[in-house]
């Protein structure tokens, strides 16, 4: 049985995505639920909805969730809150580096509760911080509970709970200090 998993396994992870993420993780995911629906009664499916992914490059983009682009042509441009900052993490202050491209970015609906809809992060580890706030996301968190978690200072994960300004107040997303 052991064999006929193993090869199952590798059939699902050769197939076209047909839509769905060309990622390693995502088609072991869908191997094992599958092995575990052929094999061990289950009926759990793959859910390819809000899977986070990062572009591992000298600055690192890491992504979960819908774009801003994504969530206004699904819901309108006036259900849509998209919060932002330009942040500086504490290793570009050290090494004195240049942190101009370190942008957060979180969209959600613009009703309360105002459900997070995708989380967007170019900066240092990336994919440390959309793979933390992904669970999050998958579990329908919403922007009051983000903004009521506590960061870990100096985390650059931090700068996702500390996310107030909003595109649509036209206020300058600059970070200039610790708060």
């Known amino acids: 049985m052991q064999t006929v998993a193993g090869a199952l396994l590798s059939l699902v992870t050769r197939q076209p995505s047909e839509g769905r993420p060309e990622l390693t993780p995502t088609a072991i995911m869908a191997g094992r639920l599958l092995v575990q629906r052929l094999f061990r009664g289950s009926s759990d499916l793959m859910d390819y909805d809000n899977v986070p992914t990062t572009v591992f490059t ?8 819908l774009s801003e682009e994504e969530a206004v042509a699904r819901h309108g441009q006036e259900h849509v809150e998209v919060y932002h900052a330009h942040y500086k993490p504490l290793e570009f202050t050290v090494a004195g580096r240049d942190a101009s491209q370190c ?22 580890n990336a994919g ?3 793979q933390g706030f992904a669970l999050g996301i998958k579990c329908g968190a919403s922007y009051a509970q983000v903004m009521r978690t506590v960061g870990i200072h100096p985390t650059c994960s931090e700068e996702v709970v500390k996310l107030r300004i909003s595109k649509r107040s036209g206020l300058d997303p600059t970070v200039t200090g610790c708060g």
């Open 58 to 65: 000298p600055l690192e983009y890491g992504c979960v969730g």
């Open 103 to 124: 942008y957060v970015k979180m969209v959600c609906l613009r009703e309360p509760p105002q459900l997070v809809l995708g989380l967007h992060f170019l900066g240092p």
């Open 128 to 130: 440390e911080v959309t």
